[in-house]
């Protein structure tokens, strides 16, 4: 896997985009939430012999707030293209967008661990040639010193995910909801994954 097959996603996507009637989401070419709705009715019952992930780009307000939003585009498209491209490689991937910077991944449980790493890596590989190289080496996006003098770094955007792999007592509706939620929790934490249990699941 390498990121010419991302860009080679993005070329043909490109193309594609002169007809919006062809994709669901004109901006990454990927199912939209409809799609990922009806695609999680499939694989509901399968979880733990699949897994589902929810994915986001952490970081990227920071980003957007600093560089400004002449990127933003590429960005998005570079991120769905690297979850696509990356889950067509393991059996029954899917990858679908469920907003501006949130993504839905589907495939194996015995693959999930490999795609995640594949797909963060190479995020990780293209978003360097976005920002300068004084906040490369140094890791972060902004800092600054709050009124009480504690010291605030933000680093460079990074994939988080919230990934179910076993049976949860949530209805399939609730899911993206609380694994939304999880995900909101995680960017805060410093990790880069939760895998969801039941004690994370809100049923309110």
Request: net charge positive; hydrophobic share 40%; with cysteine.
């Amino acid at each position: 896997m390498a990121l010419s097959d991302a860009k080679t996603y993005i070329q043909q996507l490109h193309k594609r985009q002169s007809d919006p009637f062809q994709w669901p989401d004109f901006l990454t070419g990927l199912p939209d939430k409809a799609a990922i709705l009806r695609k999680l009715e499939e694989v509901y019952p399968k979880l733990g012999k699949t897994a589902v992930a929810y994915v986001r780009i952490s970081n990227i307000q920071s980003y957007l707030i600093k560089y400004g939003p002449d990127h933003h585009a590429d960005i998005i498209q570079w991120t769905a293209a690297i979850l696509k491209t990356t889950a067509d490689r393991c059996k029954s991937g899917f990858a679908g967008t469920l907003g501006t910077h949130d993504f839905m991944v589907m495939c194996e449980s015995r693959e999930f661990q490999k795609l995640l790493n594949e797909a963060s890596g190479l995020f990780q590989k293209q978003m360097r040639n976005y920002y300068s190289p004084k906040d490369l080496k140094n890791r972060t996006t902004l800092a600054f010193t709050k009124e009480k003098g504690e010291n605030i770094k933000v680093g460079l955007m990074k994939l988080v995910s919230v990934v179910a792999d076993k049976r949860l007592p949530v209805r399939r509706g609730d899911l993206i909801l609380n694994m939304a939620r999880v995900c909101d929790a995680l960017e805060g934490s410093g990790e880069d994954m939760m895998i969801m249990n039941k004690d994370m699941i809100c049923t309110d």
